[in-house]
């Protein structure tokens, strides 16, 4: 998240396509818009099939994400979650690293044998 003034995104302007006009954006899902259900269903799917489930620097604040914490507790699976702050999530887990996520993956990483480039192309 960003706290930006008035000032400086005053003049901000989302580019059209060039070739419908509509809105130009990437394939992501912005605050307070619906997940296509499609992609819902999909990570239903996962956390179905998964044997545990592990969270990766999110407050679960949304309900997007909190659903499948929810959907993997309520069938007996594990979850972990890794954010510095405590989460929505946190009474379904068993339990929480409340490290900020960075350090706590670079630890991961080094007791792995892994460098910070491996890491992040593997």
Do not use: W, Y
């Not at 909190?66 to 972990?80: H, Y």
């Not at 630890?107 to 491996?118: I, K, N, Y």
Request: charged share 20%; with cysteine; hydrophobic share 45%.
């Amino acid at each position: 998240d960003a706290d930006l003034t008035d000032e400086q995104v005053g003049d901000f302007r989302v580019v059209p396509c060039t070739v419908c006009g509509g809105i130009l954006k990437p394939d992501v899902v912005f605050f307070g818009e619906n997940v296509p259900p499609e992609r819902v269903e999909h990570c239903r799917e996962l956390v179905r099939t998964a044997s545990s489930l592990l969270v990766l620097g999110s407050s679960l604040t949304v309900m997007s994400g909190l659903r499948f914490v929810r959907q993997a507790a309520d069938a007996g699976k594990p979850v972990l979650i890794v954010n510095h702050d405590a989460t929505r999530g946190d009474r379904l887990a068993v339990t929480r690293v409340g490290l900020a996520l960075g350090p706590a993956l670079t630890t991961v990483a080094d007791r792995l044998g892994l460098s910070v480039e491996a890491a992040a192309t593997a």
